[in-house]
């Protein structure tokens, strides 16, 4: 039984090690690497993160970054180890929870989908918070369903430090555990709350602070990330909901739910444990799906990570439940081949939650060394992000090619790719409008291209 355990974990950790050398991506560029090397650089002199990098999160985890280069060095690889330990811890977690509902024999099962969840394993590779975020929210959950109020405290606590996300989740579980409750007992136990007031006191310490220190909460007037705070039009909260509902069913989580929902169709809504995916779900949708929705551009799938966890959780409990073995392992595959779901070039995708973009890394390589081969200057070239940010912070190293912003029609040379959503359509228009193709790398149906102005 060891072996059977120890298979997705050994598999995933393989997969962990063969990208530790990966650069920073998209969000974890200024979540992790800007954040983690301001502490560094500065030797941990101030607390309070500059404006420029601060979006209004809790510090620690780049903190805790920062501290494991200087025990460790400064590197891609000592910033993916990092990483790793919260995955694996959360694996662990993912297993004690099986254990739960399925018994020691069948615990593997938990893991096993989040291994083909495209969501969880290719946001897993990258050094995110987000990782921590999911360790800490299993962590939680284990210490709900076991009783251990201790240890419950102990999870919040961590969460409601590491960002408003996780702020979030500390009031979701308390709700998920209120509703939980009176499903069982019809009475609330407004009580509960007592196991939260930690957490929230440490929230509610950090969010003061902040604001004494910059006069704001969440985001300023200067924020590059303000216009993703811009509260939308009731047709646009409408859209952003239909949006989120796409999300929930991209990468191949339409099949985890429609398996889910043909077991409880088949079970007559009878399906155990009912009432804990139920609560827990329908708080963590309150909490996140219906606040989110409301603003511009906070509707990104690695926000909803939780969710997915429930629901794939529950259709596992459900599929073993109702003894059916071929529907879980067909889910699962097709699950597994979400990670090939790739967009046409005109719709924006989540490539840091899909192994769909690991070919970028090495394109990317190639087309630094192309650029440096050809004598171009690098002044000249042009890109979005993630390739536009300074490479001390994308590689961790300052002799690594920095790329300013893609100015198409004044910068000589453009570097294009799908997976960089900045580019709009009548950015690409333009581009094939005015640029020849010089040099094109490509893996499947990823590429990194270079144009030159005619």
Known sequence: MWKRNLAIPFIWVIILALNAQNFFFWDTIQLSSKQASFFFDGHFSSFFLPKEINSGHPPFYGLSLALFWKIFGQSLLTSHIFN?????????????????????????????????????????????????LIFLFFLALNAILRKQNTLLIVATIFLAILSMRGMMVVFALFLGELLWTYMKERKFRIHLIIKYIASGMAALAFLVSHYFHNRWFGFHADSPWKESFQAVSVLGYLRNLG?????????????????????????????????????????????????????????????????????????????????????????????????????????????????????????????????????????????????KSESRFLYLDANKPSYQEAKIGEKPFIIYSKVINDYKDVDYEKLQADYTLRKAFKFLSISVELYEKR
């Open 84 to 132: 790793g330990f919260f995955v694996i811890g959360y694996l662990f977690q993912a297993h004690r929870l099986g254990q739960f509902f399925l018994g020691n024999k069948k615990a593997f099962w938990f893991p096993a989908i989040l291994f083909c969840n495209p969501i969880f394993l290719g946001h897993s590779i990258l050094v995110s918070p987000d990782n921590v």
């Open 243 to 387: 949006l989120v509902c796409w999300r929930f069913l991209d990468f191949g989580n339409v099949f985890t739910l429609l398996g889910l929902g043909f077991l409880l169709i088949k079970s007559k809504f009878d399906l155990k444990p009912f009432y804990f995916f139920v609560a827990f779900i329908i708080a963590f949708v309150i909490v996140f799906v219906l606040p989110l929705a409301g603003f511009k551009y906070l509707t990104a799938h690695r926000y909803f990570m939780p969710i997915y966890a429930l629901f794939s959780f529950w259709f596992i409990v459900a599929a073993i439940e109702y003894n059916r073995s071929k529907l879980r392992t067909a889910v699962l595959i097709l699950l597994f081949l979400g990670n090939c779901w790739i967009y046409p070039r005109s719709i924006s995708q989540g490539w840091d939650v899909t192994l769909g973009h690991l070919p970028f890394y090495h394109l990317v390589e190639k087309m630094n060394d192309y650029i440096v081969e050809e004598n171009i200057d690098i002044e000249k070239v042009g890109s979005e992000f993630p390739l």
